[in-house]
Structures are given as C-alpha cells and as structure tokens.
T-cell receptor, first 111, second 114 residues
Framework: GQQLNQSPQSMFIQEGEDVSMNCTSSSIFNTWLWYKQEPGEGPVLLIALYKAGELTSNGRLTAQFGITRKDSFLNISASIPSDVGIYFCAGQTGANSKLTFGKGITLSVRP | ETGVTQTPRHLVMGMTNKKSLKCEQHLGHNAMYWYKQSAKKPLELMFVYNFKEQTENNSVPSRFSPECPNSSHLFLHLHTLQPEDSALYLC?????????????FGPGTRLTVL
C-alpha cells in the first residue's frame, strides 16, 4: 500500500531559526495535508494542498505540493517555542481513496 | 477548537469492562472516522461512516463496535479489550469521504486497558 516517509523522527532547533521538513512517497498523490499535534490533543490541520506545484502559506508556515506529486514540503520560519509538537503529513491518491499518514516529525524549539 | 468534540478525554478500563467513546461534530460534515494512534506508528484508520452508513471497516477486531446514529454523532463501543488496545482514539470528520478529503480531528480519548 501507499506509504508516506517523514524523517528524521525528531528535530531540534533554536528559537528564531527556520526549519524545513518533507514528506515523500513512491506513489503519486492528488492531495497533501499537513497537521500539527500537541501533547494531549488531536491533530490540527495547518495547510491543505490540492494541485501540483501549489505553494500555500498560513502565517509563518509555508507548504508546497511537489511537482512530481510524490512529495510535499513544510517550512516554518522564525520558529517560536509554541511551534513544538508533532508534524504529520497526509496524502490522498485519488477520489474515494483513504488518507495515508506519515509517522510524524517531533519538533523541539530551544528558547 | 476544531468543531469536533470527544468524550471522555481519558478512560481507564479493565479487560472485562464495557465502555463507550463519544464523538460529536459541529461542522455540518457528512463523513466521520475513528482512528487509533499508538506511539511511533502512523495513524491507523478503523472505521468510516458516510451519511450514517459504514463504508469501511479496516479489519478491526469485533471487540470494537462503532455506531453512527446520525451524521453528527459517532460512538465506539468497547468490550473485553486487551492491554495492547491502549492508545489514543481519534475521531475525525470531513465534508464527504472521498474526493478531496480534508479531515478535521477531535482531541482524542486516551484509553488505558489494565
């Protein structure tokens, strides 16, 4: 079945730094979603991408739908302590298909 | 607040107990989902409901029994669970399962089976 690869499992950055994380697959996806999960909470949708090459921003977050449709990138600029959490990518290969989730990347931000 | 609420937020139960998890969405969506989240694993889809009808059962053991009385409410009935069933159980909803399926999650129920 489809798999989404997110690595590394954990990232540690200094407050104020930018960070980039990616999500890759051997399959083509038609939809890419990025979620953030904080401790004790469910995943919260950050950005949704529906078209190859699409670049979408949400505040300090920017995500891109890779042109090959096999990857997506999430960038966080000028990180702050409240950016800590687990960042999941999710993708859908086509209409009526299930969402596939990555294992997530745990982001830590040092003040 | 995502518009999806879940109760209880925490549940501890013995293997012989029967309990139920509740999910309610206030987004006017027509599809609802149950997921299991275990440490270091991707989210595992359990059940999908579209317009109150179950459209997917992802080989879930019968000790988990879902119920969807209407498009806004979803239950997960639990009985004779095993310790390995301890996990975070997440409910989600979307406008309609399939097509461009943007799902919104509740906060989850942290289940511990003793």
């Amino acid at each position: 079945g489809q798999q989404l690869n997110q690595s590394p499992q954990s990232m540690f950055i200094q407050e104020g730094e930018d960070v980039s994380m990616n999500c890759t697959s051997s399959s083509i996806f038609n939809t890419w979603l990025w979620y953030k999960q904080e401790p004790g909470e469910g995943p919260v949708l950050l950005i949704a991408l529906y078209k190859a090459g699409e670049l979408t921003s949400n505040g300090r977050l920017t995500a891109q739908f890779g042109i090959t449709r096999k990857d997506s990138f999430l960038n966080i600029s000028a990180s702050i302590p409240s950016d800590v959490g687990i960042y999941f990518c999710a993708g859908q290969t086509g209409a009526n298909s299930k969402l596939t989730f990555g294992k997530g990347i745990t982001l830590s931000v040092r003040p | 607040e995502t518009g999806v609420t879940q109760t209880p937020r925490h549940l501890v139960m013995g293997m012989t107990n029967k309990k139920s998890l509740k999910c309610e969405q206030h987004l006017g969506h027509n599809a609802m989902y149950w997921y299991k989240q275990s440490a270091k694993k991707p989210l595992e889809l359990m059940f999908v409901y579209n317009f109150k009808e179950q459209t997917e059962n992802n080989s879930v053991p019968s000790r988990f029994s879902p119920e969807c009385p209407n498009s806004s409410h979803l239950f997960l009935h639990l009985h004779t669970l095993q310790p390995e069933d301890s996990a975070l159980y997440l409910c989600a909803s979307s406008p309609l399962s399939g097509a461009t399926d943007t799902q919104y999650f509740g906060p989850g129920t942290r289940l511990t089976v003793l």
